[in-house]
């Protein structure tokens, strides 16, 4: 996987969007960006996952620009709900098999009243 | 759908003592993963399988070894259990080709504490 670089902590208010900017200046052709996230005592969860431009789905929105050295998770009007680690993953997870999959330490959102 | 399926979920050891934490996935997945997470700590890859018959070193895997039985079953032993080995275990499994994303599905995760 490509090294990624993300802030180690956020803090945002309830109804605020939240933007997640990960580095991945190594990116290569064929890897793409995936996001997970971790609420506590349980195993992460996928969210989203992009190859270029934006994705949207029905919990957040992956901004990647062109020449995809970075990519910005947003997670629009959070809630309390959403205090979690958020992880990005940068490979071509899609088709590599054998591929240790290894998380950096993540984004610590937490989300006041 | 039970999906990702780790035993046991809670366990105390006595140091020098061994077990063996149990995964196994429904889904036909080909590649499976064991992590460990410490308290406050990012996920550390232990071991991985790309498909039955192989397993590869992760991260961290001194004192642990692991068993890909068949497809669905992927075993984590621990010879001879350490206080350093305290943490949570997370099993987790994908499948890659044919038009999917390959991300990974977690288990719930077995909590492990050596005393």
């Known amino acids: 996987l490509a090294k990624t670089t993300q802030p180690i902590s956020m803090d945002s208010y309830e109804g605020q969007e939240v933007n997640i900017t990960c580095s991945h200046n190594?990116?290569?052709?064929?890897?793409?960006i995936t996001w997970y996230q971790q609420f506590p005592s349980q195993g992460p969860r996928f969210i989203i996952q992009g190859y270029k431009t934006k994705v949207t789905n029905e919990v957040a929105s992956l901004f990647i620009p062109a020449d995809r050295k970075s990519s910005t998770l947003s997670l629009p009007r959070v809630s309390l709900s959403d205090t979690a680690v958020y992880y990005c993953l940068v490979g071509d997870l899609p088709n590599q098999a054998g591929t240790a999959l290894i998380f950096g330490k993540g984004t610590t959102l937490s989300v006041s009243s | 759908n039970a999906g990702v399926t780790q035993t046991p979920k809670f366990q105390v050891l006595k140091t020098g003592q061994s077990m063996t934490l149990q995964c196994a996935q429904d889904m036909n997945h080909n590649s499976m993963y064991w992590y460990r997470q410490d308290p406050g700590m990012g996920l550390r890859l232990i071991y991985y399988s790309a498909s039955e018959g192989t397993t590869d070193k992760g991260e961290v895997p001194n004192g642990y070894n692991v068993s890909r039985l068949n497809k669905r079953e992927f075993s984590l032993r621990l010879e001879s259990a350490a206080p350093s080995q305290t943490s949570v275990y997370f099993c987790?499994?994908?499948?890659?080709?044919?038009?999917?994303?390959?991300?990974?599905?977690f288990g719930e995760g077995s909590r492990l504490t050596v005393l």
């Open positions: 190594n990116i290569a052709t064929n890897d793409y």
């Open positions: 987790a499994s994908r499948r890659t080709g044919t038009v999917n994303t390959g991300e990974l599905f």
